[in-house]
């Protein structure tokens, strides 16, 4: 009788300090999905590395400049990437023109930069 009780202490007491179940694993994922992508992210390792050549203030390619926030803004609609010539351009792999093309996750960035409201 008192073995029992014991287990059944022991099993409660891992579940106060470990959890049950998969809470451990939901929340991480959360976490995942939570980070937030910011123009500066953006700018800093696609827009000045690989497009800011053709599209600068001085030399804007087809009138588009990516090299501020309120240049690039003319080509993205916030909340819509699949409107946003910025996000078609490069998922398309029309930009940059001659490739290589974004990577996935290049384009992933983009597209949640855009989905949350393109914030700077
Ligand atoms: C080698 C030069 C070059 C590079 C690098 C380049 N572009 Fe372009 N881009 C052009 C030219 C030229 C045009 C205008 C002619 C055209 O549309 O093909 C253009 C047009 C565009 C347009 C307007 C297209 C439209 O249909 O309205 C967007 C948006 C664009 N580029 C985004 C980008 C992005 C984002 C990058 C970087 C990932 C990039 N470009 C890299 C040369 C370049």
Request: aromatic letters at 8%.
């Amino acid at each position: 009788m008192r073995f029992k009780l014991f287990i059944f202490v022991l099993i409660l007491t891992t579940c106060l300090f470990f959890g049950c179940g998969n809470s451990e694993e939901t929340s991480s994922n959360t976490t995942q999905t939570q980070v937030t992508v910011t123009f500066n992210d953006i700018s800093s390792r696609i827009l000045q590395p690989k497009c800011v050549a053709c599209h600068s203030s001085s030399q804007s390619s087809g009138g588009v400049d990516l090299s501020s926030y309120t240049s690039v803004m003319r080509v993205v609609i916030a909340n819509s990437p699949n409107s946003s010539s910025l996000y078609r351009v490069t998922s398309s792999g029309s930009m940059p023109p001659g490739g290589p093309q974004l990577s996935a996750s290049e384009l992933q960035t983009i597209y949640q930069w855009i989905s949350n409201g393109a914030n700077r």
